[in-house]
């Protein structure tokens, strides 16, 4: 077996071309893989004071990419705003927004996906199994069927049709001490199975391995295996994922303005080893070269296939 330790102590950020951004950890459901244990009793929102800091960061250092989640973001009373003014920024090549489908078939909710349309906003959303009682029991009763109900909105908008620039994601999690199975297989049964029931499309697939962290670890320890699920994810280690891994050319904000290597270490509250890592304060060249941080939960980047915002770091 690899020394895994060995291979991660020089891990360190590439140029930077993404930032992904936490605007609040409230969200209408309480899903139980979920990192960050967001749920409707969670009072976190970013201000409109950092979404400006933001803005100018963005700005300044040509930031092309940038990734907006939660919580669930439309529950942010500023995020219209926000995404108008990021569209002004030249600089930015795309805009990524993880929604978790249920929250975009609320009354007060209900002209979202219009508004993603018009503005180009790609779209990621939470989909853990394409079968109704798998999905359910791990987001919460009727998830499924409202989260069906919120694809064939978005796809009569035009999202994850082929004459469309309009991206659909969706976003598999494993239940239980597992490893997520290939990704383009997994992709193609989740294509074949939802076109064939529901007459829903979307554009692609991403397998996340779950992280030992939040609600997933509470539910591994309950289970009596959570050192089991340790051990399988050291014991998968893959030294190809290294140079892959989203923490090189990512940033993590969160709706305080600090900054982390990834939405994982922000979860666990593992800022950014620098004096004062508010993104008000930093400059990107300060940053840079720093070491990024791995500790034992990064295991679950680098095992198998590996595992990241955007699903697998390598195919079979």
Known sequence: MPTCFDKTK??????????????????????????????????????????????????????????ITGGAPEL???????????????????????????????????????????????????????????????????????????????????????????????????????????QQDLEKAYKKYLKSEYNIIFNNLYTITNLPIGRFKDELTLQNSIEEYENLLKSSFNPNNLGNLMCLSQLSVDWQGKLYDCDFNQALGLAVPTDNPYIDKVKLTDIKDLPVIFYEHCYACCAGNGSSCTGSLTST
């Open 76 to 182: 942010n009373p500023f995020i219209k705003d926000f995404i108008k003014e990021l569209k002004l920024i030249n600089s930015i090549k795309n805009i990524n927004l993880r929604t978790n489908l249920v929250i975009l078939n609320a009354p007060e909710y209900s002209e979202f996906p219009e508004f993603f349309a018009k503005n180009s906003i790609e779209l990621t959303a939470s989909l853990p199994c394409y079968l109704e009682e798998n999905v359910d029991k791990q987001r919460g009763n009727e998830v499924f069927k409202n989260s069906v109900k919120a694809i064939k909105k978005l796809n009569s908008l035009g999202y994850g049709q082929e004459n469309t620039s309009l991206q659909l994601n969706m976003v598999y999690n494993p239940r239980g001490a597992k490893l997520p199975p290939d």
């Open 10 to 67: 020089n891990l360190k950020r590439k140029s930077i071309n993404t930032l992904q951004i936490n605007i609040g950890y409230k969200c209408n459901l309480t899903c139980e893989h979920c990192h960050f244990q967001a749920g409707p009793l969670r009072t976190e929102q970013m201000s409109w004071a950092v979404m400006q800091d933001i803005l100018k960061f963005t700005q300044e250092n040509n930031i092309s990419n940038i990734d």
